[in-house]
């Protein structure tokens, strides 16, 4: 997996500029750095640490360190090298300042399974309940009861609780644990577990699932549900599992637990309202006491976002119809109605308001950030969007009225050579609410030809300060060229990509160059949407080992991500007119390159594995 080969700590210096740089150190040379975390307070940083040598198998496996903050010295959390990180489903989270609940390899755990000659019994399976189950294709699927006892082998996990003193306390019986997550308020921790029976129709994730409340120092406090294998979820787009989903806990509240829960039995064919319904209860409630609806919805749930008593937004959304509605909820009055703040076609990408940023509050979950004006009491939020144009994104930061909907337009990228994205709130963490005049927010800047450098932008003035100066991480490449084109396709289609040349092309000299194209298809509902404009002409030129703007310097050309939208109008499905779709777009698209002169296209290469020859 990839890995990070060394850790720096800057401190954030009062006049926005970074203080010399602190490299954490004491692990050994050669090591590979994964999963890194801070402690809730600041002070620590956790992370695991392998070594591969040629000759130490236990080498390979994953430590957990801790590095202190202040000095950047780092040693090992357990002084044991036989306590190892078993990281398939997960790793470690912080559950205070000084403990860390870790996914562990279990002591038992010997040699893997061998697989015997001889099988084990006949293969069944049985449907005598003459139920119809369709399933989308999917590869690697459990197929015997040898790949079962492998799953077991391999994921099975056992949590420990480790204290920064390197003490180790087993936290409940091994088992194939997905997920941790300790309340806000450091008391308890939700558990997902999945167990027997597996199945051979779906993958993991739809395996049978148990989720827990336990206390942090490891005694069970209730069990919430303990769902069978979602086998029969309809193939329809909107179907979901039956039963309690999206398990969390709230993160304005110390230990209120909130879910959703399916009023359709999961099946998107079925019409009824409400669709989905929202419910929260404390993590250890009294007797008889029942879990309270939050809110009703007639779309799919999606996503939560909490302030506190009196905000969250909660996002539903309905594929048949591109549909996506905002609501404004006050979860600690019951009398105030739900509205809708927002409610539009998710494709039609140029009305994207944005989403709320987020403050960090003194327990270290994320809320919605308040803002306030200098002798003015509404309560406002700040909308991060991510600026949908014809000419390509111009993120902004709407300064929006919750109260009246009405939105002021703080600051918007640079549009002429620059693409800047506001990444996070850097100061008012914790605080109620943030005044407009003392707002700072850690921005990212960068062009064509020039990586991505952190700022802080500072109110009122709206001062920028550069607080990093990244080199160029492939300095022989930093002149490439770069152009963001468009075209059509036969049916009138409006199309765009983004075309790559060589550095020191010159096509009068050079001619036609060979041309890779790296492209995935998407699924639209009408023409107008896939024909808009998603993506940036001036982002940097970032690449990945497994990019494929490496061709450029075999003087390759590249055209990244042309647009090959799949639209399914009205009552037809994208995938009616899938093939057909397809083929034309990618025609337009290598029909543009030859136009151009500077490419002779030879390859098409689609994500999905899909590979299709273009003779000229």
């Not at 909107?238 to 829960?261: C, F, H, Q």
């Amino acid at each position: 997996m990839p890995f990070f080969t060394g850790i720096g700590i800057h401190r954030l210096l009062p006049d926005d500029s970074l203080g010399p740089e602190k490299e954490v150190h004491g692990y050994p040379d050669g090591a590979k750095i994964n999963f890194v975390s801070w402690s809730p307070d600041g002070k620590r940083i956790a992370f695991s640490v392998r070594v591969d040598e040629e000759d130490n198998v236990s080498s390979c496996k994953l430590r957990v360190w801790i590095a202190d903050a202040e000095t950047g010295e780092a040693k090992p959390l357990f002084e044991s090298p036989d306590i190892c990180l078993n990281a398939v489903f997960g790793s470690f989270v912080w559950v205070n300042n000084s403990t860390l609940l870790i996914f562990t390899i279990p002591s038992s755990r010997r040699d893997p399974p061998k697989k015997t000659m001889v099988p084990l019994g006949p293969k069944i399976q049985s449907n005598e309940q003459k139920n119809i189950i369709i399933s989308r294709m999917t590869d690697n699927l459990l197929k015997d009861e040898y790949d079962e006892s492998l799953f077991d082998y391999y994921t099975t996990a056992q949590l420990v609780l480790g204290s920064l003193d390197g003490t180790a306390k087993d936290f409940g019986t091994p088992a194939v644990y997905t997920a941790v997550e300790p309340s806000p308020d450091q008391k308890y921790v939700l558990i997902t577990s999945m167990h027997r029976p597996y199945s051979y129709k779906v993958p993991c994730a739809r395996f049978s699932q148990k989720v827990q409340v336990w206390t942090t120092d490891g005694k069970l406090v209730r069990e919430l549900c303990d769902l069978p294998p979602a086998e029969d979820i309809p193939v329809c787009y909107n179907s979901v599992r039956e039963g309690m989903r999206s398990i969390s806990w709230r993160a304005d509240k110390p230990s209120t637990l909130y879910w959703v829960e399916a009023q359709d039995r999961g099946d998107a064919n079925v019409e009824v309202s409400p669709r989905d319904i929202i419910y929260t209860q404390p993590a250890e409630p009294a007797e008889g006491e029942k879990p309270e609806i939050l809110h009703k919805l007639d779309l799919r749930f999606r996503s939560v976002s909490w302030c506190d008593d009196s905000l969250a937004l909660v996002n539903e959304t309905w594929y048949k119809t591109s549909q996506t509605r905002t609501w404004l909820v006050c979860p600690g009055s019951k009398d105030v109605a739900p509205r809708v703040l927002f409610d539009r076609v998710f494709e039609n990408v140029y009305s994207d308001p944005g989403s709320p940023m987020m403050t960090r509050t003194s327990t270290g979950t994320n809320v919605i950030a308040k803002i306030k004006k200098e002798n003015d009491e509404q309560i406002y939020i700040l909308l991060n969007g991510r600026g949908f144009t014809p000419e390509g994104n111009i993120p902004f930061l709407d300064l929006f009225d919750i109260n009246t909907g009405s939105k002021e337009r703080i600051w918007e990228s640079n549009r002429e050579k620059y693409f800047e994205t506001a990444v996070a709130l850097v100061f008012g963490q914790g605080e109620e609410d943030i005044n407009l005049n003392q707002l700072k927010i850690l921005t990212s800047k960068e062009s064509k030809t020039e990586i991505t450098q952190y700022h802080i932008l500072s109110w009122p003035l709206k001062k920028s300060s550069q607080i990093t100066n990244f080199p160029h991480p492939y300095p022989t490449l930093a002149s490439l060229q770069k152009e963001m084109i468009k075209y059509q396709r036969k049916d009138g289609v409006p199309l765009t990509a983004t075309l790559y040349l060589p550095p020191g092309y010159d096509q009068s000299k050079d001619g036609p160059l060979p041309c890779l194209f790296w492209a995935y298809p998407e699924d639209y509902k009408s023409k107008d949407a896939a024909g808009q404009v998603r993506g940036s002409p001036n982002e940097f030129s970032g690449m990945t080992p497994t990019s494929s703007l490496i061709f450029l310097a075999r003087r390759f050309a590249v055209l990244a991500g042309p647009s090959i939208p799949i639209i399914g109008e009205g009552d037809k499905l994208p995938n009616d007119r899938f093939v057909e779709q397809l083929v034309s777009s990618a025609e337009a698209a290598v029909e543009e390159v030859v136009r151009r002169g500077v490419g002779l296209p030879i390859l098409y290469l689609n994500t999905t594995a899909l590979v299709v020859t273009l003779g000229f």
